[in-house]
């Protein structure tokens, strides 16, 4: 099987640009997380999508938004960038996620490192 | 925020050695995992203990699980070069977020 693919691999924006990133689960997959990686902050819940919904959102402002497609296909959304946005965005995904009460491993892609001059 | 506080935030020992790693969480879990990350690259899925086990083994892995007292451990047997990662545990409750802890950045010298 193939493992999670996130594209881009690595992003340059200037502050105020928005960006997309993808992610690509593993096949049968249908729960689709985002993190985001900081040195200061370490690892980061942004959201989480099953089956097309957003299931569990972490504590980031409303300019990261994100959705999930009928193929469990994700992307996430960055608008308004700023300084302090610059970082690594991981996508796991999993079966059930959320809804098998931390017994689903979470399998992660490479990642996407994004920053913001 | 995070829920886990890992012990020590870094730990470099010789190859051959035994790496044991700290994670203390503050509200009750369903599960507890543990993950390693190389340097910028994506999670790997490590180890899961469930709350009503105490000790799980895997390879030269194992963990232990104290739900008392919100801790859980990581030893690294033999240690390789090859483990020198960071390490995450991570806690879970039914419906809920996973939430990563702090990491330990392991260094295995050969």
């Known amino acids: 099987k193939a493992g999670v693919t996130q594209t881009p691999r690595y992003l340059i924006k200037t502050r105020g640009q928005q960006v997309t990133l993808s992610c690509s689960p593993i096949?049968?997959?249908?729960?689709v997380s985002w993190y985001q990686q900081t040195p200061g902050q370490g690892l980061q819940f942004l959201f989480e999508?099953?089956?097309?919904?957003?299931?569990n959102k972490g504590n980031f402002p409303g300019r990261f938004s994100g959705r999930q497609f009928s193929n469990s296909r994700s992307e996430m959304n960055v608008s308004t960038l700023e300084l302090g946005d610059s970082a690594l965005y991981l996508c796991?995904?999993?079966?059930?996620?959320?809804?098998?009460?931390?017994?689903?491993?979470?399998?992660f892609g490479p990642g996407t490192r994004l920053t913001v001059l | 925020s995070q829920q886990g506080e890992e012990d020590p935030q870094a730990l470099s020992i010789q190859e051959g050695e035994n790496a044991t790693m700290n994670c203390s969480y503050k509200?009750?879990?369903?599960?507890l995992q543990w993950y390693r990350q190389n340097s910028g690259r994506g999670l790997v899925h490590l180890i899961l203990?469930?709350?009503?086990?105490r000790e799980k083994h895997s390879g030269r892995l194992r963990v232990t699980l104290d739900t008392s007292k919100k801790s859980s451990s990581l030893l690294i047997t033999a240690s390789r070069a090859a483990d020198t990662a960071s390490y995450f545990c991570?806690?879970?409750?039914?419906?809920?977020?996973?939430?990563f802890g702090t990491g330990t950045r392991l260094q295995v010298f050969p």
């Open positions: 796991a995904s999993s079966l059930v996620g959320a809804g098998a009460g931390g017994t689903d491993t979470q399998y």
């Open positions: 096949s049968g997959h249908r729960s």
């Open positions: 999508y099953f089956s097309e919904t957003q299931r």
């Open positions: 509200t009750s879990i369903n599960n």
């Open positions: 203990i469930r709350s009503n086990e």
């Open positions: 991570a806690t879970a409750t039914f419906g809920d977020k996973l939430i």
